[in-house]
């Protein structure tokens, strides 16, 4: 079935520092592949999308490329702020007929100033 | 403005009693979900629906139970079966067909069961 595997946590890093947060996937077809984040207390929101090979979802100075070939679509921001301090979640849809979506275990990040 | 509710944001139950969480959403999504979401864990997928009158259990359904006779509405009944229903329950919606479509999630409740 499908998986997302996603990179331990927590992440703790300086505020302008290089983020990384890794996500591979294991799915039927060409899934769409999302990022999500979410804020203490509250829901989910989603952060970047892909929907096909090569694509590049970006928002909020956050990227991720979809990379087909090694199955991964990694959580990258140049420079990060406290103000991005939360859990990371990346998720996959698949393009079979039911609804279901796959998530990762999430990823907390830390950051301090 | 369009979105999902959740209410309330804080419920405090005794053991032993059943309790329903409310999900409504105006966004005119075909696909509803719930999550429960435990501290520190990542999300779990209780009940899924598609359709109207249409629900498909999903990975930790056991103690919960779900309907689904208006599109905009999807509450969740946390029963006494249930050993451990302390948690997060995240309401997600999802516009149908497309992979692309992304999920929109409600701002959750807190259950606590003493």
């Known amino acids: 079935g499908d998986s997302v595997t996603q990179m331990e946590g927590p992440v703790t890093l300086s505020e302008e520092a290089c983020l990384t947060i890794n996500c591979t996937y294991t799915a039927t077809g060409y899934p769409s592949l999302f990022w999500y984040v979410q804020y203490p207390g509250e829901g989910l929101q989603l952060l970047l999308k892909a929907t096909k090979a090569d694509d590049k979802g970006s928002n909020k100075g956050f990227e991720a490329t979809y990379r087909k070939e090694t199955t991964s679509f990694h959580l990258e921001k140049g420079s990060v702020q406290v103000s991005d301090s939360a859990v990371y979640f990346c998720?996959?849809?698949?393009?079979?007929?039911?609804?279901?979506?796959?998530f990762g275990t999430g990823t907390k990040l830390q950051v301090i100033p | 403005d369009g979105g999902i509710t959740q209410s309330p944001k804080y419920l405090f139950r005794k053991e032993g009693q059943n309790v329903t969480l409310s999900c409504e959403q105006n966004?005119?999504?075909?696909?509803m979900y719930w999550y429960r979401q435990d501290p520190g864990q990542g999300l779990r997928l209780i009940y899924y629906s598609q359709i109207v009158n249409d629900f498909q259990k999903g990975d930790i359904a056991e103690g919960y139970s779900v309907s689904r006779e208006k599109k905009e509405s999807f509450p969740l009944t946390v029963t006494s079966a249930q050993k451990n229903p302390t948690a997060f329950y995240l309401c997600a919606s999802r516009r149908g067909g497309d992979p692309s479509y992304e999920q929109y999630f409600g701002p959750g409740t807190r259950l606590t069961v003493t």
């Open positions: 966004l005119n999504h075909d696909a």
């Open positions: 998720a996959l849809k698949s393009p079979r007929g039911y609804q279901k979506v796959t």
